[in-house]
């Protein structure tokens, strides 16, 4: 069965470039990178079925989406709330793969990260009404109280970041670390340390097309509402246009025209956040010998 599961795993920070560096590696002779990005298998029954869409639960299920690819060296899947909840990560990493799992941590400012996250989840989530202020403050008591909250809410919390590391540097030897601001500055140079730490040859990579590019916002709930839940006009649209590539160009198509910037953050909020985090990166920055205090200053 270990050769049908992966044994290369993103498992976060959310925000931080998974998904882009996900696709990059999928470009590599010698990797598979699952179709289905974020399945979650390792942590859905533990944390609630409900709280992750299109989430995987059962093990038949999960290795289908490595299916074919026993051939490749890697088989990985990038599921970005697995670095959130290590106990559990951890103990099914164990149970259902390997001690010998490849993992690449990816970690951003926590202060971006939060903004970032919250505008993600508004952006694709219909549970998200508050004001980012008013959903950092409620985001644990939230998160806890309504069964059916996804934990990418859990805007404070996804950057404490010392712990989840900690932990899964104590229970793995295979761990990389990749810091968001090197990648977003020379992501070349930071694949090519990807590369060594899977010990496979580099090879050059598109970059050309973007993933998960934020920084927009819908102009109205209605539209919202409308482009990202299930609905009879979406079901019309699909049977009247059977090709996938061209309903994509349709919905960027729309989501140009009715879309807009999102604003700078609070600098109040901003400067409750550098505090909140400011013991959390001090610890990270000796575990991982990197000098990040820059974040919180």
Known sequence: MLNKLPNLLIVGAAKSGTTSLHNYLNQHPDIFMSSHKE??????KEIGEKRIPNGIINIEEYSQLF???????????????????????????????SD?????????NPVERAYSGYQHVKRY?????????????KSENRYFKNKNMTPASRYL????????????????????????????????????KVFKFLEIDSVVIDAEEKYMVGGWQW?????????????????????????????????????HKNTIKVNAIDLNTEQWLKTYYKGDVEKLSKLLDVELNHWTK
């Open 157 to 192: 919390e996804l950057g404490m970041y010392y712990d989840q590391v900690k932990e899964f540097s104590e229970a793995f030897t295979n761990i990389h670390v990749i810091i968001y601001d090197a990648y977003k500055a020379d992501f070349n140079s930071e694949l090519q």
């Open 100 to 108: 010998d799992v490849k993992i690449i941590i990816m970690l951003r």
């Open 219 to 255: 102009k109205n709930e209605w539209l919202k509402h409308l482009m990202i839940k299930k609905n009879l006009f979406k079901s019309i649209v699909k049977l009247l246009v059977p090709f996938k590539k061209l309903r994509k160009w349709i919905r960027v198509l729309i989501q």
């Open 39 to 44: 399945p979650h298998f390792l942590i859905n």
């Open 125 to 137: 989530n219909t549970m998200e009404l508050l004001s980012f202020k008013d959903a950092v403050e």
């Open 67 to 97: 299916k074919g690819y026993s051939n490749k060296k890697y088989r990985g899947e990038s599921s970005v709330m697995y670095l959130l909840f290590p106990e559990i990560t951890i103990a099914n990493i164990k149970k259902y793969l």
